[in-house]
Structures are given as structure tokens and as C-alpha cells.
């Protein structure tokens, strides 16, 4: 009884109701393709903790996460009954050479919504982008670059409530096959998402 009055008066029992400053393990989902994997596979390396980690999202450009009933939103709502639904959600736009519509990005975005916590925040990028000259075969000659204006122009529609934190980068040296990030960076993506949302 003495060490509890002793807690009160120093006003030491105050420590188990603080707050933690970072934010919760595993609280934040995404969606993506293999570009948003490799960001996945180097924050995990870097030893981000707020965002999952890679779970299979190979292929899955826009088009797969229009249906809010499709196979990637089923493989997202199995992380769901891992980690609970999340109260942050990074959608990356991704394409092939047939690239997607504004209405298409705004659909990913509400899909986003549906899946996650109630109010949850949302981030929106393009795919990672390269030193001039480089161009991925996947995406077509400006592909990378038309995923940024439209994570761009959905951050600047106040109504889709979007955040654009900026956009990843590949330098040559990073890039594998000329798509994706080698192991090197992996990381470099990884240290980038952890500048962006911790």
C-alpha cells in the first residue's frame, strides 16, 4: 500500500498511460506490384517496423485492385487477420505498357479505405522513378513517370483526402534487370519508405 501511495504522490503510475511516440508494428498496409515488394523486402532489411512486409503482390498493377473482391484484395485481407485492419495504407499505382486512368487510381483509393480501419490515413505514389535515360520495359518509356503525375494529381483532389510524401528513386547502379531493385536498392527503397511514413 505504501509503495502504490508512493507511485500516486510522485506521480511516477503517469509512465504506464504514456503514449508511445512511433508508430504501432505492423500497423500500416499497401498495395502494389513487384516495385512495391522491393520497398517491402528493404524496409523490412532496414529494419522498418510500421509497415508489412513483402506478401506476394508480384503483377498486381492497378487493374488487379479495381474489384474490391479480386484475388489481391483477398492476399490483403489475409494480412488483415494477421495484423488487424490498418490505421495507414500506402497504395502504390503500378502499371504495364497499358497504363491506368484517374478513375482507376480513384478506385484503388476507396478499395483502400474499404479494407483498412475507419479513418485510416492513406499514401499514394507512382512507381519508383530513374536517372534519365533508363526506362522500364514493364511499364513502357514513360510509365514510371505517368504513376507520379497521377499520385500527384490524387494528392492535389482534396476530396480523395490523399497524402503524396514524394517519390521513390532508382539510381543505375540500384536496378537489377531494368525494372526492379537489386538488393542494394532494396535497401535504398526501404530507407526511403522509413523518410516517408517511418
Same mark, same amino acid.
Given at each position: ?21 512511433a508508430e504501432a508494428a505492423k500497423s500500416m498496409g499497401f498495395i502494389g506490384c513487384s ?13 522498418g517496423q510500421r509497415m508489412w512486409g513483402p506478401y506476394g503482390t508480384g503483377g498486381m498493377v ?55 480501419? &475507419?479513418?485510416? /490515413?492513406?499514401?499514394?505514389?507512382? #512507381?519508383?522513378?530513374? $536517372? =534519365? ?6 511499364? *513502357? %518509356?514513360?510509365? &514510371?513517370?505517368? /504513376?507520379?503525375?497521377?499520385?500527384? #494529381?490524387?494528392?492535389? $483532389? =482534396? ?6 510524401? *514524394? %517519390? ?24 526511403? %519508405? ?5
Amino acid at each position: 500500500m505504501h509503495l502504490l501511495q508512493l507511485f500516486i504522490l510522485t506521480g511516477l503510475s503517469a509512465i504506464t498511460s504514456a503514449v508511445p511516440t512511433a508508430e504501432a508494428a505492423k500497423s500500416m498496409g499497401f498495395i502494389g506490384c513487384s516495385m512495391a515488394e522491393n520497398v517491402a523486402q528493404g524496409y523490412v532489411a532496414v529494419q522498418g517496423q510500421r509497415m508489412w512486409g513483402p506478401y506476394g503482390t508480384g503483377g498486381m498493377v492497378v487493374q488487379s485492385w479495381t474489384n474490391t473482391n479480386s484475388a489481391s484484395w483477398k492476399l490483403f485481407d489475409q494480412q488483415v487477420a494477421k495484423y488487424g485492419k490498418p490505421t495507414a495504407v500506402w497504395v502504390q499505382i503500378c502499371i504495364f505498357t497499358q497504363g491506368a486512368t484517374f478513375d482507376e487510381v480513384k478506385k484503388l483509393i476507396g478499395n483502400a479505405r474499404q479494407h483498412a480501419a &475507419p479513418n485510416a /490515413t492513406v499514401y499514394i505514389t507512382g #512507381q519508383p522513378l530513374y $536517372d =534519365a535515360g533508363q526506362t522500364c520495359p514493364l511499364a *513502357g %518509356a514513360n510509365g &514510371p513517370q505517368s /504513376t507520379d503525375a497521377l499520385a500527384q #494529381q490524387a494528392a492535389k $483532389d =482534396a476530396s480523395l483526402g490523399v497524402t503524396y510524401p *514524394g %517519390a521513390f528513386k532508382l539510381k543505375p547502379g540500384e536496378v537489377q534487370d531494368g525494372c526492379h531493385a537489386n538488393t542494394v536498392g532494396q535497401q535504398s527503397l526501404g530507407k526511403q %519508405a522509413i523518410a516517408f511514413w517511418g
